[in-house]
C-alpha cells in the first residue's frame, strides 16, 4: 500500500495532489489549511485513508496538537506525532484517538545517520509503551549495509514502518513491503518530495510492475 504525501502549499493543490490516490498522508505544516479547511477536505474525501501529520515549525505547539486531534475525530486512520514530542503529547494524542477508528503513529526521523540497533529497539519499545499502534522509523542511509540493518528491525518488532532516507536508503522503501510494513510513503507525481530519497508514485508502480513480483 502507497500513500502519497500531500506537500503542495494550499488545499486546492493539495487535492490536485491528490488526485485519484484512495491513500494519502497529509502534511498540514506545509499544505497550511485553517482547521475548517482541512475539516471539509476530509469530509470530502471520505473515501481516501488519511494520515494526518503536522511536524513542529510552522504552527504553534498547541495549534499543531489541536490540528491532529480534530484529524482523528474527522475521519483520519492514523495521526502521526514525533517521539520527541514527549510522552504527554502522546497520551493527548492517543486519548484523542479514543472512540474513534483513528490510531497513533509515533516517528522517529533521522536526517543525519542510522543509529544503532539497541537505539532503534529502544525508540520502538518507548514509543509503544507510550500508546503507539504503529512506530514509524526513518534514517538517512549513508551506506548500503544500513538498509540491511533497518530491515532486519522487522525481524524484531511487528507494527512498525521503517525505511531509509536519501539516495542510498531508496531501495529499502520498496523493500520494506517485503519485510513486513503495512504500507510505505511515496511523492505525488505533481510537486515536492517530503523527504530525501522518496520516489513517486508513478516511479513506485513502475518498478513494482518491472519486477512482476508484488501487488501492495
Not at 77 to 101: F, H, P, S
Not at 117 to 134: F, H, N, R, T
Request: hydrophobic letters at 40%.
Amino acid at each position: 500500500m502507497y500513500y502519497v504525501c500531500l506537500s503542495a502549499e494550499g488545499i486546492e493543490n493539495a487535492t490536485r495532489q491528490l488526485a485519484d490516490e484512495l491513500c494519502a498522508e497529509l502534511r498540514v505544516d506545509l499544505v497550511k489549511p485553517t482547521m475548517d479547511e482541512m475539516k471539509q477536505f476530509l469530509a470530502d474525501h471520505n473515501d481516501v485513508r488519511f494520515i494526518v501529520t503536522c511536524r513542529p515549525g510552522v504552527f504553534d505547539e498547541e495549534t499543531s496538537l489541536q490540528y491532529l486531534e480534530t484529524a482523528a475525530k474527522c475521519g483520519a486512520e492514523y495521526i502521526d506525532v514525533e517521539i520527541e514530542r514527549g510522552k504527554e503529547v502522546a497520551a493527548r494524542l492517543k486519548k484523542a484517538c479514543e472512540g474513534t477508528e483513528c490510531q497513533l503513529i509515533i516517528s522517529y526521523h533521522n536526517f543525519d545517520y542510522t543509529p544503532g540497533e539497541y537505539e532503534l529497539l529502544s525508540i520502538i519499545d518507548k514509543s509503544k509503551d507510550w500508546g503507539a499502534d504503529k512506530v514509524k522509523i526513518a534514517c538517512n542511509v549513508p551506506i548500503p549495509e544500513a538498509n540491511a540493518a533497518l530491515m532486519h528491525l522487522y525481524n524484531l518488532r511487528d507494527n512498525i514502518i521503517v525505511f531509509g532516507m536519501g539516495r542510498i536508503g531508496k531501495m529499502s522503501r520498496l523493500a520494506s513491503l517485503w519485510f513486513g510494513a503495512e504500507f510505505t510513503y511515496v511523492a505525488a507525481d505533481w510537486g515536492e518530495a517530503t523527504a530525501p530519497g522518496q520516489i513517486t508514485i508513478s516511479q513506485m508502480r513502475h518498478i513494482v510492475d518491472v519486477l512482476g513480483m508484488f501487488k501492495p
